[in-house]
């Protein structure tokens, strides 16, 4: 197989790589074969990544990677996503912005005449990853993948298509972003270790940082795509859930950031030479670790969004690249402990870089009860819930925004004056006072939102200064005006959120946390989904809400797309649990023995048999405490055609039917399971009877309104949360364009 050669080609011209990249430090003559060979290695790769998606499109199901996640019948832009929507495509894809990456990385270190050293580590750390895709492939056969299930040769006519979650546009830009920032965070890695080798602790700073706020930007936007896809389509009930895998993202993050403010200190004051080498490396031994918990299989029962098992040799390669990394990082660190030393002491306690230091050891032990709540499903069976981080984070939230003010309100080397901090002070109290005065009664809540202000009105005026003297330095009060206004955000749709249960009744309006909602009936997709329109009114103007519940043959779940409304003050939000009858009027029960075909009204309906992909293996053998889902068969013949449907039906513990309507394509006439009663085999016919929805006319068949049970919520200043984003990844644009310039790039 010649895309088998390709990703063994492209590892071990990256091993070469680095061999003639070592090397050429002491003989600039084995540099020519450096370049070659990492040129043959990024070709080999590109030429992978357009072969699998040469594969994708043209379903090639005889690879057991398209065979997995592509299916005919998904459009062109969601079929290429599932180049990365499995292990093997996303580690293929992380490679790819990696040689892309180190084209850039290998141009830009020539020019500060460090290219050997940087280049050595990079084509090492490039070899790695390959290797991962060659114990990992993507091109492996269906049958060779499945050697006890598959027969050689055999190619399915479809594959089994993308996960219904995973099936919208923000799965084209999100994890692509996300990945860029995995590959990118290698970089400042690379240059801190270059930096050592070469013994200038000062220098790779400078070199190093527009890196680091890159790396960072990728991250961020990364965490902030997913939080809004989560939010609008996932139906999670929030922007942010504390789930693992959100985690292991956000940790390398924040100490990517803690990373940036501590160079900063370096450049201006001298200190910090080695925690600056010691978060380099960290950084990106955090990104590997995250890797490892995503994709080990680890996480599996934990996360709604991790891998499964990769295999006992992918998990082995995982932790010798944790170790790897881990020794030879730290290793250099201690080898040169002595040369790192402060360029200055220690200076008072109240300037600009000490309560920097102070907030950064905050951030850092806030990443450090996030890492150990992520990672205890690695020693212990049982989960962090999310209340362990809300109670842990919120305290040190607090004094961050308040050192925060306090650094912005002071100088480089001078003592802060605190006198500069009583009409900021002042503002944020009244403020305070008038938010109290309309419900803000929590005290730690009331306490983070009065240091938010805080920081806000320090931040604000801060950026106001600045951009009246020096426009281009405005990146950092854009992200710290954000950090302060997504911490309000916070509390306020998080802390007083509202939820409620509704029976939205056919028509009917119903009054909901001062909106009123009317649910004015479900109507077919031509996707096979069913959506919920509910109409909301407010001050006379009328906005339409169109949730979507659907059954998936993918995993045999169901699937809930939530829909909201957003105003300037709060977020209405409301996602669908069940389709109900307030009662069922017996002249529209049908009862259907098994093979019989019944005439009823204008269609002639058959009861074919059970379907046994409906039903929830672990529910129905989970004892008297589970649910239990059934589904039946039935052919409908009308005066236009014949539809075959699959009306469900869940059992569940507390004895309560919940029915899901099954549509006839493109119709209002729907079909539910009241009950069923399986044959004797002695004779008696297996039958079930079913209520038809939506039929009227002159057979006694008119249906007693139906209810939409809902969960609606009301999120405060939503709004803020999004405003927050957009102003932090500004900031972080900003400030990365300025140190390019700097660099002359």
């Known amino acids: 197989m010649i895309e088998t050669v390709v990703i063994w080609v492209a590892f071990l011209a990256a091993f070469v790589s680095a061999f003639f990249y070592s090397r050429s430090i002491k003989n600039c003559k084995t540099l020519i074969a450096a370049h070659i060979s990492f040129t043959l290695s ?114 399915p006519q479809d594959g089994r298509g993308l996960n219904p979650l995973l099936q919208n546009f923000w799965m084209i830009i999100h994890p692509p972003v996300l990945f860029i920032g995995f590959a990118s965070s290698a970089v400042p890695f690379v240059l801190a270790m270059a930096a050592l080798w070469q013994k200038k602790y000062n220098e790779w700073i400078l070199s190093a940082l527009p890196w680091v706020l890159f790396s960072g930007l990728s991250l961020g936007s990364g965490l902030i795509l997913g939080g809004y896809w989560a939010y609008g389509v996932l139906g999670w009930g929030g922007w942010w859930g504390w789930d693992p895998v959100e985690n292991s993202s956000l940790i390398p993050w924040i100490v990517a950031i803690i990373l940036v403010h501590t160079m900063l200190i370096q450049i201006l004051t001298g200190r910090l030479v080695r925690t600056n080498f010691i978060l380099a490396v960290l950084t990106y031994l955090l990104i590997i670790y995250s890797t490892f918990l995503t994709r080990s299989g680890i996480l599996a029962n934990t996360s709604v969004h991790s891998f499964v098992d990769p295999g006992s ?93 306090f650094s912005l309100r002071s100088t480089w080397n001078q003592e802060i004056l605190f ?75 998080g802390y007083y959120g509202q939820k409620q249960s509704v029976a939205l009744h056919l028509n009917q309006t119903q009054l909901v946390f001062g909106y009123d909602l009317m649910y004015s009936g479900a109507l077919p997709t031509e996707d096979s989904k069913t959506k919920f329109i509910v109409y909301v009114d407010q001050n006379g103007k009328r906005k339409t809400l169109k949730p979507i519940m659907f059954e998936s043959v993918y995993n045999n779940s169901f699937i809930r797309n939530p829909d909201y409304i957003s105003y300037w003050t709060n977020d209405l939000y ?78 569940t513990s507390k004895g309560v039917l919940e029915m899901k309507t099954a549509f006839l394509q493109n119709s209002h006439i729907g079909f539910q399971l009241v009950t069923m009663n399986i044959g004797t085999g002695n004779g008696e016919k297996s039958h079930v009877r079913i209520n038809v929805v939506g039929v009227g006319g002159n057979h006694g068949m008119d249906q007693k309104p139906e209810t939409l049970i809902a969960e609606v919520s009301v999120k405060p200043f939503m709004s803020f949360v999004w405003i927050a984003a957009v102003l932090i990844i500004s900031g972080l644009i900003v400030a990365m364009m300025r140190r390019l310039k700097q660099n002359n790039i």
């Open 574 to 651: 409301i996602e669908p649990v069940s389709l109900e009858q307030d009662s069922t009027d017996e002249q529209n029960i049908v009862d259907l023995p098994k093979g019989e075909a019944i005439p009823y009204g204008p269609m002639t309906i058959t009861f074919q048999k059970f379907d046994p992909s409906s039903y929830n293996k672990g529910e129905m053998m989970g004892g008297s405490n589970c649910a239990m889902t059934i589904g039946v068969v039935l052919e409908v013949k009308t005066e236009k055609d014949i539809q075959t449907i699959v009306p469900v039906t869940t059992y």
């Open 42 to 155: 990024a070709a080999s790769i590109v030429l992978a990544s357009l072969l699998l998606i040469f594969f994708i499109l043209q379903h090639r199901f005889e690879y057991s990677y398209v065979a997995n996640y592509s299916s005919r019948d998904l459009p062109i832009a969601l079929l290429i996503t599932t180049f990365w929507a499995g292990q093997e495509g996303s580690f293929l894809l992380w490679a790819l912005f990696a040689v892309i990456i180190g084209f850039f990385l290998q141009r830009y270190s020539r020019h500060r005449g460090m290219e050997a050293e940087v280049m050595a580590l990079y084509s090492f750390i490039l070899a790695f990853l390959v290797i991962l895709i060659v114990i990992k492939s993507p091109f492996q056969y269906l049958w060779e993948a499945n050697p006890n299930e598959v027969q050689p040769g055999f190619i």
């Open 419 to 493: 006198k500069r901090l009583i009409i900021p002070g002042v503002f944020s109290v009244l403020v305070l006072a008038a938010l109290i005065f309309l419900g803000l009664h929590d005290a730690l809540a009331a306490l983070l939102v009065l240091t938010s202000l805080f920081a806000f009105f320090i931040s604000v005026d801060h950026g106001v200064r600045i951009f009246r003297k020096q426009p281009d330095l405005i990146g950092g009060a854009l992200a710290h005006t954000g950090l302060t206004i997504l911490f309000i955000g916070i509390i306020a749709s």
């Open 313 to 405: 040799l992918t998990y082995l390669l995982l932790l010798v690249w944790l170790a790897v990394i881990a020794h030879g990082g730290f290793g250099m660190i201690i080898l040169r402990r002595k040369d790192l030393k402060n360029q200055t002491s220690p200076g008072a306690l109240m300037t600009r870089e000490s309560i920097l230091s102070i907030a950064t050891i905050v951030l850092g032990v806030c990443a450090a009860i996030i890492l150990f709540g992520t990672s205890k499903p690695l020693f212990s069976d049982s989960i962090v819930e999310s209340a362990f981080y809300d109670s842990t984070t919120l305290p040190l939230a607090v004094l961050m925004t308040l050192l925060l003010g």
